[in-house]
RNA sequence: GUCCCCAUCGUCUAGAGGCCUAGGACACUGCCCUUUCAAGGCGGCGACGCGGGUUCGAAUCCCGCUGGGGAUACCA
């Protein structure tokens, strides 16, 4: 290996001009961490390329499809940033056309009816089975004469339409797993058209991907079995054979395949807990593909530069909502207040803020901002500027407690702030420091408390930053309430 | 069962036969910065699944094993 144009022993995909990509979800269910990612890579591979990115909602399968599922997926793809150029196309309305170009391959040989019962199939299938051998459908009814063919059609007995399968090893590139063989005894004569007369999902995606003139299919390894069945049917179609690259699955931390049962799996939970979509757009990204060098926080454009579907993993990636965390604590870093604040007003409206003082939230924004992991905690944070404090950190109170100078301290701190013409920073830092030199104490020792008083909490931003921004009144109350509080445990805790 | 795919720290990854004493990131952890928290800086812990080849030399190429995953529908 080494020789140019091979990566780990798989062959370059050269991709020249502009790309038809599509993304096909099925509206069973809402968009979930593997369609998202696979929506991504088409996204990416689309803006890198120029070219179209095709929306098509495969919900032939009534029974479980949902039409609220399908503004649900929109709804999630826009959020994250990933646009389509075409669409969105339903399949269901595509049916007569797809069961056209099946009867079209029958008229011209390269389908047949086969008359076989779902019975009579499923006793072969466990023969074979029995025998240690895979099961391919024997082609019990290829051999059908015209006359026995038209004598079952009349006497109205059930059929399906089968694809001719070649008898020829099918031979692909794959962008991501290199040269794929798939030998004849693999592949059987598969179904495209049901009994009920309805085209089956493999008759119904290569039609559309020839109608769509679709150039690149990338989608998931569940669909790496399928390719060579539909390879031989886009070319008995007549069609351009496109580009595959299968897309490994995203495990959970069980390495087994991402469940329910560890928390989050669809796009809408990441967004309610408060995720940034440019955060999970930018980790999912790297969930199976890398840039090839160190950077990891990286703008969408960025990616989009970098891009390149030679460097698309092979290996299945298990999904870690730690690293996501830590991401979304970045962009959360980086991300002006101002710019936040369209993702954030759900969350201030659920944590009751919505009709609160406008600079004073503006100001605890910006003061917390750094400090929160997802919009979700950020306005969580900013909760005890604009209402009543449910009460104090036991842990963080305890050592105020041992200090019997601490309510006095207070008391005069709070005396002295509530003087003072205008609560600024500095104002409030040099009188501190004032009372602490006097006092012969350290600043800590009248910095936690008051810290405590008037958020409730032990961390948080920079205490004179945090009296500045929550006012005179609010401090003087708190001050006092707090005192009493620190009396009364202290008396309790002598008695 | 059969077919197919995959295999580097706990996790995401870099690695294109000598640049590897295997690099980066998350997590964990020590120290520093600091009024606290967060962020940040500097360290630490920590991996080439196993066995055979090929080669002067293998994480890298080949074979086997093991492990994991997928597919085996008139579902998509």
Not at 155 to 167: H, W
């Amino acid at each position: 290996m080494g020789s140019r144009g091979e990566r780990n022993g798989i062959k370059m995909t050269e991709i020249h001009g502009p790309v038809r990509v599509r993304f096909a979800p099925s509206p069973t269910g809402f968009l979930h961490l593997g369609g998202v990612r696979t929506a991504i890579y088409n996204d990416l591979l689309r803006q890198k390329m120029g070219g179209a990115f095709i929306l098509r909602i495969e919900d032939t399968d009534k029974e479980r499809s949902d039409e609220a599922m399908t503004r649900q997926i929109q709804a999630a793809l826009s959020w994250i940033g990933v646009h389509w150029d075409e669409g969105p196309f339903l399949q269901s309305e595509r049916l007569p056309l797809h069961r056209e170009r099946a009867e079209e391959l029958l008229a011209a040989g390269k389908a047949y009816r086969c008359f076989c019962t779902q019975e009579e199939l499923e006793a072969q299938r466990a023969e074979m089975q029995a025998k240690g051998s895979a099961f391919q459908y024997p082609r019990t009814c290829l051999g059908l004469s015209r006359e026995d063919i038209d004598a079952r059609v009349a006497e109205g007995r059930p059929f399906v339409v089968r694809f001719q399968m070649p008898d020829d090893h099918i031979r692909f590139h794959d962008m991501v797993r290199g040269d794929m063989d798939f030998p004849p005894d693999a592949l059987d004569d598969f179904v495209l058209l049901r009994s009920d007369g309805s085209p089956t999902y493999h008759m119904s995606v290569v039609v559309d991907d020839i109608d769509m003139k679709v150039t690149h299919v990338i989608r998931g390894e569940d669909h790496l079995s399928n390719t060579p069945k539909h390879i031989p049917l886009f070319l008995a179609l007549g069609g351009e054979v496109p580009t595959f690259g299968h897309l490994p699955l995203i495990l959970g931390p069980d390495k087994k395949r991402l469940s329910k049962r560890y928390g989050a799996t669809s796009v809408e939970e990441f967004r309610n807990e408060g995720i940034l979509p440019h955060a999970l757009y930018n980790f999912m990204a790297l969930l199976g593909w890398s840039p090839g060098d160190d950077r990891e926080i990286m703008e969408r454009d960025e990616m989009i530069q970098a891009f390149s579907v030679d460097r698309l993993n092979a290996s299945a990636a298990v999904f870690d909502r730690e690293k996501l965390l830590w991401m979304n604590t970045q962009y959360m870093l980086k991300t002006e207040t101002a710019e936040l604040r369209p993702h954030l007003e759900p969350f201030l409206e659920q944590a009751g803020l919505q009709d609160v003082d406008p600079d004073r939230l503006a100001a605890a924004l910006e003061l917390h901002r750094p400090r929160a992991k997802t919009l979700k905690e950020l306005a969580e944070q900013v909760v005890p500027y604009f209402q009543e404090l449910p009460g104090y950190d036991p842990a963080a109170c305890a050592k105020f407690l041992k200090d019997p100078a601490v309510p006095e301290l207070l008391e005069t701190l709070r005396d002295r702030y509530t003087a003072l013409p205008e609560l600024t920073k500095e104002a409030l830092e040099a009188g501190l420091r004032a009372l602490s030199e006097e006092k012969g104490v350290k600043a800590g020792v009248l910095i936690h408390p008051t810290r405590m008083a008037l958020s409730g909490a032990a961390g948080g931003p920079p205490l004179f930053d945090l009296v500045e921004t929550m006012g005179k009144e609010v401090m003087e109350r708190r001050m006092t309430r707090f005192v009493a509080f620190l009396r009364e445990a202290a008396g309790a805790g002598q008695g």
